[in-house]
């Protein structure tokens, strides 16, 4: 986001609660000079502590936040685990080669319980072509992005 975005959104924010808080002491003030022995000084007395307090405590925890994400930490409770994956839906172990994970392809095998993940062997592109070896095998590629990603 540009600085002119940034600063015509903060604008805009700071417009519509100054027009919020407009409507809000116009309607004190209607409603105080229609109730019996009600003055203007209650609005002071009342409504302006209570402007004070609320933007203090919302730029509190706002700073607070901000503190915390620049630290990097988020609380002491978090709702999100990051997923491990040692098994697949249908129970088997899971076996990862870590150089599967930069690969353009991967092989994946299964051998009774376990499954495994390893980076596909690199094939020239004359063995590609129709009714090579590599076709009739049984193991199954597949680009690496549509397993991880």
């Given at each position: 986001?540009?600085?002119?975005?940034?600063?015509?959104?903060?604008?805009?924010?700071?417009?519509?609660?100054?027009?919020?808080?407009?409507?809000?002491?116009?309607?004190?003030?209607?409603?105080?000079?229609?109730?019996?022995?009600?003055?203007?000084?209650?609005?002071?007395?009342?409504?302006?502590p209570a402007l004070f307090?609320?933007?203090?405590?919302?730029?509190?925890?706002?700073?607070?936040?901000?503190?915390?994400?620049?630290?990097?930490?988020?609380?002491?409770?978090?709702?999100?685990?990051?997923?491990?994956?040692?098994?697949?839906?249908?129970g088997r172990k899971l076996?990862?080669?870590?150089?599967?994970?930069?690969?353009?392809?991967?092989?994946?095998?299964?051998?009774?319980?376990?499954?495994?993940?390893?980076?596909?062997?690199?094939?020239?592109?004359?063995?590609?072509?129709?009714?090579?070896?590599?076709?009739?095998?049984?193991?199954?590629?597949?680009?690496?992005?549509?397993?991880?990603?």
């Open positions: 986001m540009s600085k002119t975005g940034t600063l015509h959104h903060k604008l805009t924010r700071y417009l519509a609660a100054g027009c919020g808080w407009l409507i809000v002491f116009y309607e004190w003030l209607h409603v105080s000079q229609q109730a019996p022995g009600r003055d203007e000084m209650t609005l002071v007395l009342v409504l302006a307090l609320i933007h203090t405590g919302a730029i509190a925890w706002i700073s607070h936040s901000k503190r915390l994400a620049a630290r990097g930490k988020r609380g002491l409770i978090t709702r999100y685990t990051s997923p491990v994956f040692s098994q697949d839906h249908l076996m990862i080669n870590e150089k599967s994970l930069e690969s353009k392809e991967i092989e994946i095998n299964i051998d009774g319980e376990v499954k495994s993940y390893a980076p596909a062997a690199e094939t020239s592109p004359e063995s590609k072509e129709f009714g090579t070896a590599l076709d009739r095998d049984v193991k199954s590629y597949a680009p690496a992005d549509e397993v991880w990603g």
